[in-house]
């Protein structure tokens, strides 16, 4: 949880580097596929993400499992929908959540290349291609492609490379750039 | 006027005779084909992809809720947790010789034990037992019962009760309940009876709850 909501921010707060417009707010629908080795089918979740600069985060997946991450002013908070309710989750890993916090507040205004936890490189138009500073991030992610639209500060789709035969791809669609956000939407399931 | 009442009684006495089901007849099989099918009945058969939501709760009230990944392959089993947004957490596979390769642990995870408890939870749930002798019984309350015991006096009771739901206590060598697992609200998939729930206890000191909830189950 607290991995995917660091990476999302980097990703989102980092789009001033390659688009002209600076990015306020994101959102847009993604369809999830995590594909592994061991797995005979990839596994396919659908969701739905709302950014909103400098460091609010809604991330919401609907199936198979419906679950929101929240972020918002420093907080992080995670809601499993179980029996028709959101129950809040509070036993995994918040405390190192928040040390990954603090790392993430370093970033918010800066330039992708200054971070101390990834490196990026350009590969194309279109490609960045991010890859952990320290052994102990790398272990759990091997490398990040960001596959940009032309229109800036959107994404057609990310990859996270957790090994070379696990990789999960989101594919983005319908996405809004500095569209109007409902504050409470950061801080209520 | 006596003899038409006799012939009407009689009608009705011959309609009713008519209408009163006769003994069916029944097929004769062995009792141990009967053993068979009603213990193999709370295991699947064939090559599956199983996707749940697992909520675990430690003693401790420490807890999370994770999505599992469980796919049977012949006689290997392959098993997969990972954080809600897809980052893998633990990932091993079990040979058929019993052999556990962990390809993946994060913590906490990464603990001694915690791979082969993982796997032994998975394979009570989904395998049936190797076992030097099975019996077919009733408990008490009249429920069927498969008792299933290893070499090393290992017993494992499943439990078939009527009500759609089955139950597998699994004992230690002592003969101490060392894990118990129930499954509800079975569902057919691909023409077998999967179930929507299962809880799993496991008993000790350092005891702990697996709640799972079916996501998706295919037949491979």
């Not at chain 2, 006596?2 to 009792?31: D, E, K, Y």
Request: hydrophobic content about 40%; aromatic content about 8%; charged content about 20%.
């Amino acid at each position: 949880m607290k991995l995917l909501g660091f990476i999302l921010l980097v990703i989102f707060s980092s789009t001033p580097l390659c688009a002209a417009q600076r990015v306020e707010s994101v959102q847009a629908d993604f369809v999830q596929e995590k594909n592994m080795a061991i797995l005979a089918r990839p596994l396919l979740s659908t969701g739905k993400f709302l950014y909103q600069a400098p460091d609010s985060l809604r991330w919401e997946y609907f199936t198979p499992l419906h679950s929101v991450l929240l972020m918002d002013n420093g907080q992080i908070r995670k809601f499993v929908k179980k029996d028709g309710q959101f129950v809040e989750e509070r036993g995994m890993g918040l405390n190192a959540m928040q040390v990954v916090m603090q790392e993430i507040t370093g970033w918010l205004d800066g330039d992708i290349t200054d971070t101390t936890t990834f490196l990026a490189k350009q590969i194309d138009a279109n490609r960045i291609v991010l890859t952990p500073r320290k052994e102990v991030l790398a272990k759990i992610i091997s490398r990040i492609e960001l596959k940009l639209l032309d229109q800036s500060g959107l994404m057609e789709s990310v990859i996270l490379y957790e090994g070379e035969d696990s990789f999960t791809k989101m594919n983005f669609s319908g996405a809004l750039l500095n569209q109007q956000i409902p504050e409470a939407s950061f801080r209520e399931p | 006027m006596r003899i038409a009442c006799l012939f009407v009684c009689c009608l009705f006495v011959s309609c009713s005779v008519a209408q009163v089901p006769s003994v069916p007849q029944l097929q004769r099989v062995s009792f141990v084909d009967t053993k068979e099918a009603i213990c193999e009945y709370a295991f699947v058969q064939g090559n599956w992809q199983f996707v749940h939501s697992v909520s675990f709760v430690m003693d401790s009230g420490y807890g999370a809720t994770l999505v599992g990944v469980t796919v049977l392959q012949g006689k290997k089993l392959k098993t997969v947790l990972m954080g809600v947004e897809g980052f893998v957490l633990f990932e091993a596979e079990q040979e058929g010789s019993g052999r556990v390769i962990v390809r993946r642990a994060m913590p906490p995870f990464d603990k001694t034990g915690f791979a082969r408890g993982l796997m032994r939870d998975v394979q009570t749930l989904f395998v049936e037992p190797e076992y030097a002798e099975r019996t077919l019984a009733e408990n008490t309350e009249g429920e069927l019962i498969c008792r299933y015991t290893a070499d090393n006096n290992q017993v494992t009771d499943v439990v078939m009760a009527q009500q759609g739901w089955n139950r597998i206590n699994l004992y230690d060598t002592q003969g101490m309940l060392q894990q118990s697992i129930t499954a509800l609200n079975y569902k057919e998939v691909t023409g077998e009876n999967i179930p929507e729930r299962i809880q799993l206890t496991t008993s000790g000191t350092q005891g702990y709850t697996l709640k799972l909830q079916l996501l998706s189950a295919e037949k491979l």
